[in-house]
């Protein structure tokens, strides 16, 4: 099984403490720091949240293990696992390793460079025109050179391009990291999800199971009063066809439960052997949880982290970009020794140095610098407009996640009352069959109505389980009420 090493300071879901943020949340630069490119340009795009859910809602103190509201132990088991085992997962932590290191490298031009060098040199020159006394051959000379230098460059960031460059790359890693969490925080809402599909596909098939049982006395019991005389073959051939129906049923909700095991052993980096054993449905939701109020959800969801990250990201490649409109100033020095002996390498008598200034001013380049200044400050204004749109639909999935669930809740009420109702008309319609006071087509119906109930109530309980768990990842996590242990 893979395992992989939690990431730097935050290896699993965390939720942020939340920060005070004005109920008229302005999404311009100004929010993030003006910058200095065509800052008039900016849109102004103004989101104004309520001060609470208007589908309701309470105020509460942020949790991060929010799917242990649920009471199973098994699924906290399996939420561990999936996040040390999961591939996808694995990929994205070496993914934000790399964006750390990008970040790093980044950084590095403001720091000198330091270079050791060493060189050794052997050469022979022919004097043409200077031939030896005596010998027909030309006057030649070998010479040998060793050097050894420390060379130290660097370039003065008097305009602050290579600091913007820096401030950039560590707010990009900054959004890798919260990219991650958006990914752990999802795995963890698909893991929570298909435990308790598999949970309803397991009752499911018990209710395939029932029901072939009920058809199985049904058909026998038919069949006998055929036999005795007090029935005609209809109902015998009615009987027996229902019976095959729900056995071809069965066979389907099997298949269903099967694929069901794949998918979370997929989920926990296990191979697909359909073994997981199932847990089961809690029979009721925990109560709807506080849920702050709305603004408090532009920290705490981490995709509205790395949009905002993204942003000032953006601002700093602007602030990048201009910088490159000026000079670059650079400084070069280097110091060591140079000799026709190895020996004298250390020698400080044979010592040399070399200092250097450069200065470079872009004059014309085609208009290629100024092109990228637009350029950079046409992406800065596309993540604001960018991030106010995922605000507002973030916004949007807290309110449909609290209207879902509440309109389930009154749904799953009324099923359970039909259920119950349709029970007792199925055991009714039994006895009364036995009686000869219905036919068999009445009979079929009331057992085949009562079982749809069932399969119904169970339908309604996963999907209200599925809106909490949509409320959780809306929410960027969960809350409890200060007095809550």
């Known amino acids: ?46 989101i104004e949240p309520p001060a609470q859910w208007l589908t309701g809602g309470r105020a509460g103190e942020p949790i991060i293990e929010w799917w242990k509201s649920f009471g199973d132990p098994d699924l906290d088991k399996l939420v561990a696992t999936s996040l040390s085992s999961n591939l996808d997962l694995a990929a994205l932590t070496h993914r934000l390793a790399q964006a750390e290191a990008s970040a790093r490298i980044a950084g590095a031009d403001l720091l ?39 060379d130290v460059s660097w370039e003065v960031d008097l305009w602050g391009r290579l600091r913007a460059q820096k401030s950039a790359a560590e707010r990009s890693f900054r959004a890798a990291r919260a990219d991650y969490e958006g990914a752990a925080l999802s795995l963890i809402g698909q893991t929570c999800k298909s435990w308790f599909a598999l949970a309803a596909a397991k009752a499911q098939l018990d209710v395939s199971e029932a029901t072939v049982a009920n058809q199985t006395s049904t058909a026998s019991m038919v069949e006998q009063r055929y036999r005795r ?90 602030d990048q970009a201009e910088a490159s409109l000026y000079p670059q100033i650079s ?15 250390l020698d400080g008598d044979f010592g040399v140095w070399t200092i250097l200034g450069n200065i470079v001013q872009p004059i014309f380049s085609g208009g290629r610098l100024r092109a990228n200044v637009d350029l950079r400050a ?47 008309a199925r055991r009714l319609a039994e006895e009364r069959y036995q009686t ?49 242990n």
């Open 378 to 424: 046409s992406q800065q204004r596309e993540a604001i407009i960018e991030f106010a749109n995922l605000v507002l639909l973030a916004f949007a999935d807290v309110e449909s996640a609290l209207s879902r669930e509440r309109h389930l809740r009154a749904q799953l009420d009324a099923e359970r009352r039909s259920l119950a109702d349709l029970e007792d």
């Open 436 to 484: 000869g006071a219905i036919d068999i087509l009445t009979l079929l119906q009331s057992e085949r109505s009562a079982f749809q109930a069932r399969r119904r109530v169970i339908d309604v309980e996963l999907l209200v389980i599925n809106a909490r768990i949509d409320l959780h990842l809306a929410l960027g996590g969960g809350f409890r009420l200060p007095d809550e």
């Open 112 to 150: 000198p460079q330091v270079n050791l060098s060493g060189n050794a040199t052997r050469q022979r020159q022919i004097f043409v025109g200077l031939p030896i006394p005596g010998s027909p051959n030309p006057l030649s000379w070998t010479t040998n050179s060793f050097g050894v230098s420390l």
């Open 229 to 318: 005389g007090l029935r005609d073959s209809l109902d015998d051939k009615l009987a027996k066809s229902v019976l095959s129906g729900a056995q071809g049923e069965r066979e389907a909700r099997r298949e269903i439960y099967e694929a069901a095991k794949r998918q979370i052993e997929l989920l926990l980096g296990r191979y697909p052997s359909a073994q997981q054993q199932p847990g089961s449905l809690p029979r009721e939701v925990p109560p709807e949880p506080p849920t702050g109020v709305p603004a408090e959800i532009l920290d705490r969801r981490p995709d509205l982290r790395a949009a905002r990250l993204r942003i000032e990201a953006a601002r700093f490649r602007t």
């Open 1 to 46: 099984m893979l395992q992989h090493d939690p990431l730097p300071s935050r290896a699993q879901v965390q939720v942020m403490k939340s920060h005070t943020i004005p109920l008229s949340v302005v999404i311009p630069c100004a929010l993030f720091g003006c910058t200095s490119a065509s800052t008039s340009d900016m849109p102004q795009v103004a």
């Open 331 to 345: 400084l070069i020095a280097s110091a060591g020794t140079l000799s026709d002996q190895v020996g004298d390498l």
